[in-house]
């Protein structure tokens, strides 16, 4: 197996929902990372989890509690969220060693908040 | 520190000519390089790596790209462009083995082919 699998595809919500993006890989990857893209802009760093721990987080706003219940599974909780959230929510991983090997993305889930 | 620098945000082809996407880099070590793809409301796909093995990375789909320590460049090349190359290009560069978040991407170049 060699994907990394994102669900929801589509996610539409509105600001006073909660709701939560998964990811899962079988690839045996360590690292895992939530990006967040928005149109005709390069993905932006979110979190990073480095063997189930929480690494990095980058000044993200506490709507977005991201989770690593396994090695294999990442979730991102989102509860009131702003329209500007609207955005593909990308999910990766990356070999032990890091970055240095590339990451894996998902196919992405498109949120809307409305 | 790093950057990565992708010289044209808009590159236009011909369906059977040459494509060069060009990036250039800044790292203060040395440094894993990468072009990914991205074709519409899709996730990246890795075309190509160089991670201080041979400079001539040969990637997906006929793509390859040449590391130029000298120049600080890593373009992106193929020699016949195809309709369905038309995507989203991404040049990164990373700081090699580490989980810390260091790899930081261009701005994209996007790749119309024209038929």
């Known amino acids: 197996d060699t994907e990394v699998t994102q669900t929801p595809k589509h996610l539409v919500m509105g600001m006073t929902n909660k709701k939560s993006l998964k990811c899962e890989q079988h690839m045996g990857h360590r690292a895992m990372y939530w990006y967040k893209q928005k149109a005709k802009k390069p993905p932006e760093l979110m979190f990073v989890?480095?063997?189930?721990?929480?690494?990095i987080n980058e000044s993200v706003p506490s709507r977005f509690s991201p989770e690593c219940p396994n090695s294999s599974l990442l979730n991102l909780h989102l509860h009131a969220l702003q329209p500007e959230d609207s955005a593909l929510y990308l999910c990766a991983s990356s070999q032990d060693g890091g970055e240095g090997y590339g990451y894996t993305f998902g196919s992405g889930t498109r949120l809307t908040v409305v | 520190a790093q950057s990565v620098t992708q010289l044209d945000s808009h590159v236009s082809v011909s369906e059977g000519t040459p494509v060069l996407l060009r990036c250039n880099y800044s790292?203060?070590?040395?440094?894993?390089l990468f072009w990914y793809v991205q074709h519409p409301n899709k996730g990246l796909q890795l075309l190509l790596k160089?991670?201080?093995?041979?400079?001539l990375v040969k990637g997906i789909n006929g793509f390859e790209a040449e590391f130029k320590k000298s120049e600080t460049s890593f373009h992106l090349t193929k020699p016949s462009a195809h309709m369905s190359d038309a995507a989203e290009y991404f040049c990164v560069v990373s700081a090699p083995n580490t989980n810390a978040g260091k790899s930081t991407f261009g701005d994209g170049t996007t790749l119309t082919v024209k038929p």
């Open positions: 160089y991670t201080s093995a041979a400079t």
């Open positions: 790292s203060s070590y040395s440094p894993s």
């Open positions: 989890y480095s063997y189930e721990k929480l690494s």
